[in-house]
Structure formats: structure tokens, C-alpha cells
């Protein structure tokens, strides 16, 4: 038998073909030097012998990320592509996968005509197919899109029996009605029987459940035996918890679980997470936790139905982390033929049956490098050994449904051709082509307005010459190619956009015409199809001029297009007349007068006798309007007042304040409009009063209102947008609020905001508009208008004012609303309302008030709501618990029972005894009592100087994440 020297070290690096030469630097340091250190050269140690070095090297080497890795050559498997955080769901996916009797039935669930975006089913299957057919890892981001999720839920971990429960439960929910319906059920379905069982009368309370998992205490366990044992063990119902047996009374019981029935598919999820009181948070238990390969749980049965209750190890799901996040890979062995896979996001491995077990039973007092103290394992699946054959069912391709196999091998097609278009994205470019039909109806100015066009766009390649586009267009349209004429949009340095020719560059690539942008715009002039023999009119760029003529209506204020025309150099201004009266069918006797569109905001008038050659500037694409000059216009007299009046306008979106989701609507306004302008179109549109409507700008970095508009604003709407920094030409929002009072009432008055708290001891926000020189009670009237009191209550309100949750102040209605002065700084100072209880009403002259609070722990720790309380003097603790328990109408009598009662005095507490009695003297101060009866001394004085009454209890905490706090539970929003 050989010795060994336990000398060992590890070495954790990535290897490849180009990376091949990574090693140690050292083995071992030799304290004393080869000569002297007596264990390397002893023989009988088996390091040196004969003067050779004897190594024994073990390597180990996991399966690579972020390099190539062919997971299916190598397991015969494929893995599911990370998003970001979604290895959680991962492995979740590969565990259902592999259980294919599931697999089966999700094949077969019904998603013809489903939503493709929005179908959960649809989505499950794809990932299914693609696990089964696919070469390569397969993404999930159309299963997680079709849940509902936004991009940022793909970054944000979720618990993995939580993802599972939600995910078959909605699955369960699909197939039911279908041919698949109770395959979930069938499978992950068992039956644990609660019950509380009476030791000293017969007595029993039974109930029947159904489970899909089991939660397994693990800490302070050492095994899934232990867990079970445990899980089955009573608890027993004694002293103050003795149960309440009905006609028998308070008895001593034993409350406790029994199982009936374990489904084929059973998931155990060991309860790694759990609640530290001391830390205040969730924390994860790393604690060394043994599960068997082979697990018999026929001694937790209830009543043995002969079935063998053997279970084999099909999957372990392992959490590499802390409770703020981590890591999950699922180690399954798909066949329980005793091979194992580890299934890593993308990157399937085969595994060894210490890799997938042992080293995941969690810490040890023998920790290795490969096995990290924070790894181990979080779910296990076992699989009945009696039902291998039935849940672990053969599948082949052919078994997948054909439409499925159909449709997502069309998806695949269709997927590939846009990843190819994508690709050759960079030889196409797009082509925008208009017919004159948009010009038609456009008031504005140019000929058309390209976001409401809707043009037909053509992908033309870059190298293609205008010949080759003008017969694709007249293909397309329905013409010869001699039947229709391209002109190209071009911007001019006036900021317009206007036709201009390409006659004489046919030849040209369509790259060149565009001058390297893209998207290229065209005017397609095509042939009347009316007298298609008559053809195009003739054109020479060198001789002629392409005008396109309006008529502006002054009787109706509406502009309309007419028609284009060619003139000559020779050719007089006024020929357009004819034109117009042709097109319109006015007589040649009405006087009519010409105007040059130039750019927004300037028109000029022509002089119709004049000849186009004596123009100073005339090019191809000029837009001339027409108009009548015997009427006078209902809004405009001339095409130059219509225009300038145009370009004033403005589309403003209103949205109500109050409402966070509200689209509201959007109104065309004129920039030179006033505030009360503007006030009184927005009234008409919402069906109220001008003066009845508030109006407030929107935060410049979040889509909220913001500061309110003065009414008496002396500038125009313009004005206003370029005071609040909107100058672009981006959307202009504002915001307004509907008021019961009028505008200029409310502006001469201040804003309070307060809480009101009802009697279920429920918030709610106010916002109350008051005159300064109002008393409290005055102010308490207008919240009367806001709240609903109770039928049974007092009817009387009082104001107080609260900071850290306790009471400060408490006002009299006599007190000035203007005198309220916050004690503390006003962001942690609260102002409360609350209705008087009847019982304070009518205060005797040995009753007063007091200020209760809620703290844990310390006194500086106080949560919840305070309250006031009345006392009497000479009042006992006891009666004084006994009427305060039955204010908390929502606490049991027994949590009550719980509650510690202290004096606290100048930050010293002292905790009440029985046979404690109140007085005024320990809570009220000499020098009040001088000068106020001891029932009014609780008003107008700094209560947080006072003596005050706390209640000690604990403070529950919330249910928390395992994870952060801005984790949100796994929801489906889609079917």
C-alpha cells in the first residue's frame, strides 16, 4: 500500500486551442530546502523514491461558456439562451421539458388562430420544439414576451418554485376543455390530509387537500427523511393555545399532516430562504442537507394502497448565491438510467453522479475548491419508480403535431429571410413614391404632408439605375412605362420640400439621385387614363417649367389643389387662369388674382401680365394659388392672411391631471391666443366653465404635471410654451385640473395638504384649498366636502399634527389656520384629520386625553398610527386595556395580550404594572393645569415634550423577496 504526502492544490482557469499553456507556478513551498525536509525524502512517504518524483494529477474540466461549445454533439442535448436573469426560468423549462408525458401534452394543447405575440401556449410549444429539433442553443425571449413582460423583467430573478407553480398553473388552466385536460394534475397531483385531533375527548376535524409541491423545513435537518418526519410530526395544542373543539370546549389537541396520496412527479423544495428576526431580512441556509438517489416514502403514507411508494432522483435544481441574487443550473437525468447532465443556460455538459448529488448536499466541514459553500441544492424532482414508463414516455419527431411542425418551420423560413435582409440592408435603400392624390385636401403648406401620405415604398438596390425603377413603379401602378414621369422631392434652403426633374438623369443609380440619403421621395406624374392616347405632356428640362397650381376658396377658407402645368419662358404669368377656371368652372369675367407660395409664413402676390422670363427667380416645383377677388372671406380675405395664420397654429394635447393613464385629446390653437383664450376652448371640449379649469405645465424629466399656470399669464400661448423651456418642435403637452371654485378663488388661496384617517384606520390624501385668515375649524368644514364620515360617529373632526409616528400637536377650532407653524421640518411633519370617537365628545372634568403610540424594542422605533386616548383619573391598567382593545377591533384578544404597556417620560421608559392607576399629574404639567382644565389640556401644546403611553409589540414584517426589494412576483398578464 502506497503512502501518499497530503500535499494537494487546485488550479480553476479556461482552456482552449489557443490557450493551452495556463498552469501552476508553484506546487508546494519547501519550508527548510530539498536536503533537510526529512518527509519529501523519505522513501516511505511515497514522494521520493530512487530519486524520481511520483505525481499523481487529477483534472477535472467543466464544459466552457463564452467560447464554442457544441452542446448537442456532445450530450445529445441543447441548452436555452440566458436574457439576462433568467437562468431561474431556465432550468425550470428543462425539467418540464424532459418530463414528456408533459412535453406531450403541451404538443397537443389547441393554439391554431392564437395570438402569436401574446399566446403563453404557443410560446411554450416553440420552446419545446426548438429544444427537440434545434443544433444550437434556444432563445426565450417570445415566451417571455408573450407573458406580458417588459425588457426589464428579463433582468430580475425570480424564485424557481414560484416561476414553476405560476407556469403550470396557466398551463393547467389552457388545457382545460381539451383533449390534454388533468394532464398536470395526473402528474404533479397529490393529497395530504390537515387535521387536529383531540387528546382527552372524540373529537377529530379533517380536511382533504390537493398539493403540486412540498416545502421542506431543512434547517436544523440533516436529510429529506428527517424533512418528511418533521413535515408529519404534530404540533401540540396546549395551555393558552388549546383548541376551541365547539361543544367540548378549549381542548387539548394535536394538529398535524398526514399524506395520502404522492403524485408520480414529486417536487421538494428545500426551504434554503427563510425570515432572520435578528437581521431584519431573509437570509439563505447553506447547511449541509442530504438527498438520496433512490427516496422511499412508504412510511409517510397514510393508508398504504399497495402501490410501491419508491421514488427515483430525476432532477436537482441548484442555487449558487446569497438571498440577494445568484445563479441556477439544473443537473436531470432525462432516461434515470444513472447519467447525469448538467444543463448551464446555454451550455449542456455531462455530469458525473457526485457532480449532480454529493456535491450538492451544501456545506461541510470539508469544503472543496470545486464545491462552493454557497452552492447547493434549492428543488428536487423525483419520479415514482412504478410510473418511469408512464411519465417518462419515448417522443419522437413525428409525434409533434403536424400544423406545429408546419408553422414553426414556416416561422424558421420566414426569420431566416428577414435575418437575410437584414444582412443585405446596406445594398438596398427605400423608395417613397406618391401619385398627386395626397396633394388633394392638404391644407398646409407644400403640396402634401409626408406622415399622412401613406406612399407606396419600394426596396430597390442602390446600384439600380432611375430606368430600372420607373419600370418597377409602372409594373406595380399598372402602367406602360412611357405612361408615367419620376420627379425627386428636394429640399430647398427656404426649408421646403418640392418636386424637381431627373428626365435627363435616367441613367444615373438611384443611390446618386438620392445623393446618399435615404429614404428617396418621388412625385410619380402619370397620363390621364381617361384619353390614354393623348399621353404625357411633353417636357424639356432646358424649356420648361413644372408649376403646381391651388385654389384658395375664400367663401369656405379651404385650400385646393388643381393640377400641374408646364410654361415656358414665353409664356404669360396669367395663363394659369385658365387652368383654374377650367378645373373649377368659373366664368371668365370673375377677377382673380395670383399668389406665390414661397415658404411658411411668406407669400407673394404675381403680376399676371407679366412673362414668365421676366420673373426674377422661377424654378421647377414653384407652388402658385389662385384666388377670387370679388368676396370677402368668413375668416380670411387673401391666400396671404390664410397662410399666416397657418403657421401660428398649433396642436396642444391636454391631459387631466388627476387621471395618470389618461391619453387626453389634442386641439389645434392659435400661438397668438391668450390664457383665457385658450381656457374657453379647452372648457367647450370637457363641458365646463373657463373659469372652472386650472391649467399646469409638464415636468421637464418625467411625463407628470408640474407647476401650476397663473390665470392672470399676460402673455400668448407661445409665450407660455418658450417660458417653460418647449421651443422645439416636439409635442406640446399641458395639463389641467377641474375645480369646484373658480380659478381666481382658488389662486387667493393657500394649499394644505393632510391625511384623512377613517375608523378602519385607512389613509387617504387631501388637498384643501383655504383662505389665509380661515380658523381650524373653518378648514375642517372644507374637508367635511372631501371625506365620508361614519353614520354612527360623532360628526365632529379635529386636526393634528404627527411626526414620527407620534402625535405633536392637537388644534383647537379657534386656532388661526395661519398660526400653524410645523414643529419639526415640514418634509417628516404630517398633518392629520381624524373624526372624534363618541366617547370623547363630552369630557368629564376628571377625564383628559392622552398620546399613545406603537413602538419595538425602543422607544425610538415607534410605527403605526398614534392615537389619543381618554382616561380617567384614577383609572386602572386594566380598564384602560380593556377599553383600548376594544378600539382595535382587527387584533385578536390573544395577539392583544401581547401588548406591553409603558410610561415613557423624557425618553426613560417605565413598564406599567397591574396595579398601576393613571393620573393627570403623570402626563400633564403643573403649569398647564394652571391655566386649562385638565379635559381641555390636550389642545395648542407641544405633546412631545409630555409624558406619553407606548405600546410594545412586535412589528410583523412584511412579506419580503429573497432577492431585493424591487423584485415584483412572477405574473402572466396574456393567455
Request: aromatic share 12%; with cysteine; net charge negative.
Given at each position: 500500500?502506497?503512502?501518499?504526502?497530503?500535499?494537494?492544490?487546485?488550479?480553476?482557469?479556461?482552456?482552449?486551442?489557443?490557450?493551452?499553456?495556463?498552469?501552476?507556478?508553484?506546487?508546494?513551498?519547501?519550508?527548510?530546502?530539498?536536503?533537510?525536509?526529512?518527509?519529501?525524502?523519505?522513501?516511505?512517504?511515497?514522494?521520493?523514491?530512487?530519486?524520481?518524483?511520483?505525481?499523481?494529477?487529477?483534472?477535472?474540466?467543466?464544459?466552457?461558456?463564452?467560447?464554442?461549445?457544441?452542446?448537442?454533439?456532445?450530450?445529445?442535448?441543447?441548452?436555452?439562451?440566458?436574457?439576462?436573469?433568467?437562468?431561474?426560468?431556465?432550468?425550470?423549462?428543462?425539467?418540464?421539458?424532459?418530463?414528456?408525458?408533459?412535453?406531450?401534452?403541451?404538443?397537443?394543447?389547441?393554439?391554431?388562430?392564437?395570438?402569436?405575440?401574446?399566446?403563453?401556449?404557443?410560446?411554450?410549444?416553440?420552446?419545446?420544439?426548438?429544444?427537440?429539433?434545434?443544433?444550437?442553443?434556444?432563445?426565450?425571449?417570445?415566451?417571455?414576451?408573450?407573458?406580458?413582460?417588459?425588457?426589464?423583467?428579463?433582468?430580475?430573478?425570480?424564485?424557481?418554485?414560484?416561476?414553476?407553480?405560476?407556469?403550470?398553473?396557466?398551463?393547467?388552466?389552457?388545457?382545460?376543455?381539451?383533449?390534454?385536460?388533468?394532464?398536470?394534475?395526473?402528474?404533479?397531483?397529490?393529497?395530504?390530509?390537515?387535521?387536529?385531533?383531540?387528546?382527552?375527548?372524540?373529537?377529530?376535524?379533517?380536511?382533504?387537500?390537493?398539493?403540486?409541491?412540498?416545502?421542506?423545513?431543512?434547517?436544523?435537518?440533516?436529510?429529506?427523511?428527517?424533512?418528511?418526519?418533521?413535515?408529519?410530526?404534530?404540533?401540540?395544542?396546549?395551555?393558552?393555545?388549546?383548541?376551541?373543539?365547539?361543544?367540548?370546549?378549549?381542548?387539548?389537541?394535536?394538529?398535524?399532516?398526514?399524506?395520502?396520496?404522492?403524485?408520480?412527479?414529486?417536487?421538494?423544495?428545500?426551504?434554503?430562504?427563510?425570515?432572520?428576526?435578528?437581521?431584519?431580512?431573509?437570509?439563505?441556509?447553506?447547511?449541509?442537507?442530504?438527498?438520496?438517489?433512490?427516496?422511499?416514502?412508504?412510511?409517510?403514507?397514510?393508508?398504504?394502497?399497495?402501490?410501491?411508494?419508491?421514488?427515483?432522483?430525476?432532477?436537482?435544481?441548484?442555487?449558487?448565491?446569497?438571498?440577494?441574487?445568484?445563479?441556477?443550473?439544473?443537473?436531470?437525468?432525462?432516461?434515470?438510467?444513472?447519467?447525469?447532465?448538467?444543463?448551464?443556460?446555454?451550455?449542456?455538459?455531462?455530469?458525473?453522479?457526485?457532480?449532480?448529488?454529493?456535491?450538492?448536499?451544501?456545506?461541510?466541514?470539508?469544503?472543496?475548491?470545486?464545491?462552493?459553500?454557497?452552492?447547493?441544492?434549492?428543488?428536487?424532482?423525483?419520479?415514482?419508480?412504478?410510473?418511469?414508463?408512464?411519465?417518462?414516455?419515448?417522443?419522437?419527431?413525428?409525434?409533434?403535431?403536424?400544423?406545429?411542425?408546419?408553422?414553426?418551420?414556416?416561422?424558421?423560413?420566414?426569420?431566416?429571410?428577414?435575418?437575410?435582409?437584414?444582412?443585405?440592408?446596406?445594398?438596398?435603400?427605400?423608395?417613397?413614391?406618391?401619385?398627386?392624390?395626397?396633394?388633394?385636401?392638404?391644407?398646409?403648406?407644400?403640396?402634401?404632408?409626408?406622415?399622412?401620405?401613406?406612399?407606396?415604398?419600394?426596396?430597390?438596390?442602390?446600384?439600380?439605375?432611375?430606368?430600372?425603377?420607373?419600370?418597377?413603379?409602372?409594373?406595380?401602378?399598372?402602367?406602360?412605362?412611357?405612361?408615367?414621369?419620376?420627379?425627386?422631392?428636394?429640399?430647398?434652403?427656404?426649408?421646403?420640400?418640392?418636386?424637381?426633374?431627373?428626365?435627363?438623369?435616367?441613367?444615373?443609380?438611384?443611390?446618386?439621385?438620392?445623393?446618399?440619403?435615404?429614404?428617396?421621395?418621388?412625385?410619380?406624374?402619370?397620363?390621364?387614363?381617361?384619353?390614354?392616347?393623348?399621353?404625357?405632356?411633353?417636357?424639356?428640362?432646358?424649356?420648361?417649367?413644372?408649376?403646381?397650381?391651388?385654389?384658395?376658396?375664400?367663401?369656405?377658407?379651404?385650400?385646393?389643389?388643381?393640377?400641374?402645368?408646364?410654361?415656358?419662358?414665353?409664356?404669360?404669368?396669367?395663363?394659369?387662369?385658365q387652368y383654374a377656371r377650367d378645373k373649377i368652372?368659373?366664368?371668365?369675367?370673375?377677377?382673380?388674382?395670383?399668389?406665390?407660395?414661397?415658404?411658411?409664413?411668406?407669400?407673394?402676390?404675381?403680376?399676371?401680365?407679366?412673362?414668365?422670363?421676366?420673373?426674377?427667380?422661377?424654378?421647377?416645383?414653384?407652388?402658385?394659388?389662385?384666388?377670387?377677388?370679388?368676396?370677402?372671406?368668413?375668416?380670411?380675405?387673401?391666400?396671404?392672411?390664410?397662410?399666416?395664420?397657418?403657421?401660428?397654429?398649433?396642436?396642444?394635447?391636454?391631459?387631466?391631471?388627476?387621471?395618470?393613464?389618461?391619453?387626453?385629446?389634442?386641439?389645434?390653437?392659435?400661438?397668438?391666443?391668450?390664457?383665457?383664450?385658450?381656457a374657453e376652448v379647452v372648457a367647450n371640449c370637457?363641458?365646463?366653465?373657463?373659469?372652472?379649469?386650472?391649467?399646469?405645465?409638464?415636468?421637464?424629466?418625467?411625463?407628470?404635471?408640474?407647476?401650476?399656470?397663473?390665470?392672470?399669464?399676460?402673455?400668448t400661448l407661445k409665450d407660455l410654451f418658450i417660458?417653460?423651456?418647449?421651443?422645439?418642435?416636439?409635442?406640446?403637452?399641458?395639463?389641467?385640473?377641474?375645480?369646484?371654485?373658480?380659478?381666481?378663488?382658488?389662486?387667493?388661496?393657500?394649499?394644505?395638504?393632510?391625511?384623512?384617517?377613517?375608523?378602519?384606520?385607512?389613509?387617504?390624501?387631501?388637498?384643501?384649498?383655504?383662505?389665509?385668515?380661515?380658523?381650524?375649524?373653518?378648514?375642517?368644514?372644507?374637508?367635511?366636502?372631501?371625506?365620508?364620515?361614519?353614520?354612527?360617529?360623532?360628526?365632529?373632526?379635529?386636526?393634528?399634527?404627527?411626526?414620527?409616528?407620534?402625535?405633536?400637536?392637537?388644534?383647537?377650532?379657534?386656532?388661526?389656520?395661519?398660526?400653524?407653524?410645523?414643529?419639526?421640518?415640514?418634509?417628516?411633519?404630517?398633518?392629520?384629520?381624524?373624526?372624534?370617537?363618541?366617547?370623547?365628545?363630552?369630557?368629564?372634568?376628571?377625564?383628559?386625553?392622552?398620546?399613545?403610540?406603537?413602538?419595538?424594542?425602543?422607544?425610538?422605533?415607534?410605527?403605526?398610527?398614534?392615537?389619543?386616548?381618554?382616561?380617567?383619573?384614577?383609572?386602572?391598567?386594566?380598564?384602560?386595556?380593556?377599553?383600548?382593545?376594544?378600539?382595535?377591533?382587527?387584533?385578536?384578544?390573544?395577539?392583544?395580550?401581547?401588548?406591553?404597556?409603558?410610561?415613557?417620560?423624557?425618553?426613560?421608559?417605565?413598564?406599567?404594572?397591574?396595579?398601576?392607576?393613571?393620573?393627570?399629574?403623570?402626563?400633564?404639567?403643573?403649569?398647564?393645569?394652571?391655566?386649562?382644565?385638565?379635559?381641555?389640556?390636550?389642545?395648542?401644546?407641544?405633546?412631545?415634550?409630555?409624558?406619553?403611553?407606548?405600546?410594545?409589540?412586535?412589528?410583523?414584517?412584511?412579506?419580503?423577496?429573497?432577492?431585493?426589494?424591487?423584485?415584483?412576483?412572477?405574473?402572466?398578464?396574456?393567455?
Amino acid at each position: 500500500m502506497e503512502a501518499v504526502l497530503g500535499i494537494s492544490t487546485y488550479l480553476i482557469d479556461q482552456y482552449n486551442e489557443k490557450v493551452s499553456d495556463l498552469g501552476l507556478g508553484q506546487f508546494f513551498v519547501v519550508d527548510k530546502g530539498w536536503d533537510d525536509d526529512e518527509d519529501i525524502k523519505d522513501p516511505a512517504k511515497g514522494f521520493i523514491k530512487d530519486n524520481k518524483i511520483n505525481l499523481k494529477i487529477e483534472v477535472a474540466a467543466d464544459a466552457p461558456h463564452g467560447v464554442h461549445w457544441d452542446s448537442k454533439k456532445y450530450t445529445g442535448y441543447v441548452g436555452l439562451k440566458n436574457q439576462g436573469a433568467t437562468c431561474y426560468m431556465n432550468s425550470v423549462l428543462q425539467t418540464l421539458y424532459f418530463t414528456s408525458q408533459l412535453r406531450k401534452a403541451v404538443y397537443k394543447m389547441p393554439t391554431d388562430g392564437d395570438d402569436v405575440n401574446k399566446s403563453v401556449a404557443l410560446a411554450l410549444q416553440r420552446v419545446f420544439y426548438e429544444l427537440q429539433t434545434s443544433d444550437c442553443a434556444v432563445a426565450t425571449k417570445k415566451l417571455t414576451k408573450s407573458f406580458g413582460w417588459e425588457a426589464l423583467d428579463s433582468f430580475m430573478q425570480h424564485d424557481v418554485q414560484e416561476f414553476c407553480r405560476v407556469l403550470l398553473d396557466h398551463m393547467e388552466n389552457k388545457m382545460k376543455g381539451t383533449c390534454v385536460e388533468g394532464t398536470i394534475p395526473k402528474l404533479l397531483e397529490g393529497k395530504v390530509c390537515s387535521y387536529i385531533s383531540c387528546m382527552n375527548v372524540d373529537y377529530e376535524s379533517k380536511r382533504s387537500e390537493s398539493f403540486f409541491d412540498i416545502q421542506l423545513n431543512i434547517k436544523g435537518k440533516r436529510s429529506v427523511i428527517e424533512s418528511f418526519k418533521d413535515y408529519i410530526t404534530p404540533e401540540i395544542l396546549e395551555g393558552d393555545n388549546k383548541y376551541d373543539a365547539g361543544t367540548y370546549g378549549l381542548q387539548d389537541a394535536k394538529k398535524g399532516t398526514k399524506f395520502q396520496k404522492f403524485p408520480p412527479v414529486l417536487y421538494l423544495q428545500l426551504m434554503r430562504f427563510q425570515y432572520d428576526p435578528l437581521m431584519d431580512m431573509n437570509v439563505k441556509i447553506n447547511d449541509r442537507y442530504e438527498f438520496p438517489e433512490s427516496l422511499d416514502l412508504s412510511e409517510f403514507i397514510e393508508e398504504p394502497t399497495g402501490e410501491s411508494e419508491k421514488f427515483s432522483l430525476y432532477a436537482v435544481l441548484v442555487h449558487s448565491g446569497d438571498n440577494h441574487g445568484g445563479h441556477y443550473v439544473a443537473y436531470i437525468s432525462p432516461e434515470l438510467n444513472g447519467k447525469w447532465f448538467k444543463f448551464d443556460d446555454d451550455v449542456v455538459s455531462k455530469s458525473t453522479r457526485t457532480e449532480a448529488i454529493e456535491n450538492n448536499f451544501g456545506g461541510s466541514e470539508e469544503e472543496s475548491v470545486n464545491v462552493r459553500h454557497c452552492t447547493n441544492a434549492y428543488m428536487l424532482v423525483y419520479i415514482k419508480e412504478a410510473q418511469k414508463e408512464n411519465v417518462l414516455v419515448n417522443i419522437i419527431d413525428d409525434d409533434i403535431p403536424l400544423n406545429l411542425t408546419s408553422f414553426f418551420e414556416e416561422e424558421k423560413r420566414e426569420e431566416a429571410l428577414r435575418r437575410k435582409e437584414k444582412q443585405e440592408a446596406h445594398l438596398y435603400m427605400a423608395v417613397e413614391a406618391v401619385t398627386d392624390d395626397p396633394f388633394h385636401g392638404y391644407q398646409g403648406n407644400d403640396l402634401l404632408n409626408w406622415a399622412t401620405a401613406r406612399p407606396s415604398i419600394y426596396r430597390v438596390k442602390k446600384e439600380s439605375s432611375v430606368r430600372d425603377l420607373e419600370e418597377l413603379i409602372a409594373t406595380n401602378m399598372g402602367y406602360p412605362v412611357e405612361g408615367i414621369r419620376l420627379w425627386v422631392f428636394q429640399s430647398r434652403a427656404n426649408s421646403t420640400i418640392r418636386p424637381a426633374p431627373i428626365e435627363n438623369e435616367r441613367d444615373k443609380t438611384i443611390w446618386e439621385v438620392a445623393e446618399k440619403e435615404t429614404p428617396l421621395k418621388i412625385f410619380v406624374e402619370t397620363l390621364d387614363q381617361s384619353n390614354p392616347a393623348k399621353g404625357l405632356m411633353p417636357y424639356k428640362k432646358d424649356e420648361h417649367n413644372i408649376i403646381f397650381l391651388k385654389y384658395f376658396d375664400v367663401m369656405t377658407d379651404t385650400m385646393y389643389y388643381l393640377t400641374h402645368a408646364f410654361l415656358s419662358a414665353d409664356s404669360c404669368i396669367g395663363d394659369v387662369f385658365q387652368y383654374a377656371r377650367d378645373k373649377i368652372g368659373l366664368a371668365a369675367e370673375i377677377p382673380l388674382a395670383l399668389y406665390e407660395e414661397v415658404h411658411a409664413g411668406r407669400t407673394d402676390e404675381l403680376t399676371p401680365t407679366k412673362l414668365l422670363g421676366e420673373m426674377e427667380e422661377v424654378f421647377d416645383g414653384d407652388i402658385w394659388v389662385v384666388q377670387r377677388t370679388d368676396h370677402t372671406g368668413k375668416f380670411h380675405n387673401t391666400v396671404d392672411d390664410y397662410f399666416r395664420d397657418l403657421n401660428n397654429r398649433i396642436s396642444v394635447q391636454f391631459c387631466d391631471k388627476n387621471n395618470p393613464g389618461d391619453p387626453g385629446f389634442h386641439v389645434v390653437l392659435n400661438q397668438k391666443m391668450t390664457y383665457n383664450e385658450v381656457a374657453e376652448v379647452v372648457a367647450n371640449c370637457i363641458d365646463t366653465e373657463p373659469n372652472l379649469i386650472q391649467f399646469f405645465k409638464p415636468q421637464s424629466h418625467r411625463d407628470i404635471a408640474g407647476y401650476a399656470i397663473k390665470s392672470h399669464f399676460e402673455g400668448t400661448l407661445k409665450d407660455l410654451f418658450i417660458s417653460y423651456g418647449q421651443r422645439n418642435k416636439s409635442p406640446k403637452k399641458l395639463f389641467y385640473l377641474r375645480l369646484h371654485i373658480a380659478i381666481t378663488e382658488l389662486e387667493s388661496k393657500d394649499h394644505f395638504r393632510c391625511t384623512w384617517l377613517n375608523k378602519h384606520r385607512e389613509e387617504t390624501v387631501l388637498s384643501l384649498y383655504v383662505a389665509k385668515n380661515v380658523t381650524i375649524a373653518e378648514l375642517l368644514d372644507e374637508a367635511k366636502k372631501q371625506i365620508e364620515l361614519s353614520p354612527d360617529g360623532s360628526g365632529r373632526l379635529r386636526l393634528l399634527e404627527v411626526y414620527s409616528y407620534r402625535i405633536h400637536r392637537v388644534f383647537s377650532n379657534t386656532v388661526s389656520y395661519h398660526n400653524i407653524q410645523p414643529s419639526m421640518a415640514q418634509q417628516t411633519t404630517c398633518y392629520r384629520v381624524e373624526e372624534i370617537p363618541l366617547e370623547e365628545t363630552q369630557l368629564g372634568p376628571k377625564d383628559f386625553l392622552i398620546p399613545v403610540a406603537h413602538f419595538h424594542q425602543t422607544i425610538f422605533q415607534c410605527f403605526n398610527h398614534p392615537f389619543l386616548f381618554k382616561v380617567t383619573e384614577e383609572e386602572s391598567l386594566q380598564s384602560v386595556r380593556t377599553r383600548m382593545m376594544e378600539r382595535f377591533k382587527d387584533i385578536s384578544e390573544k395577539e392583544f395580550e401581547k401588548y406591553k404597556f409603558s410610561l415613557i417620560t423624557h425618553g426613560r421608559m417605565t413598564p406599567l404594572n397591574d396595579d398601576f392607576t393613571f393620573n393627570s399629574s403623570d402626563f400633564i404639567t403643573n403649569v398647564d393645569k394652571d391655566t386649562k382644565a385638565i379635559n381641555e389640556a390636550h389642545l395648542d401644546v407641544f405633546l412631545h415634550s409630555r409624558p406619553w403611553l407606548g405600546l410594545e409589540h412586535a412589528l410583523k414584517p412584511p412579506k419580503r423577496s429573497r432577492y431585493t426589494y424591487v423584485e415584483k412576483p412572477v405574473k402572466i398578464h396574456n393567455q
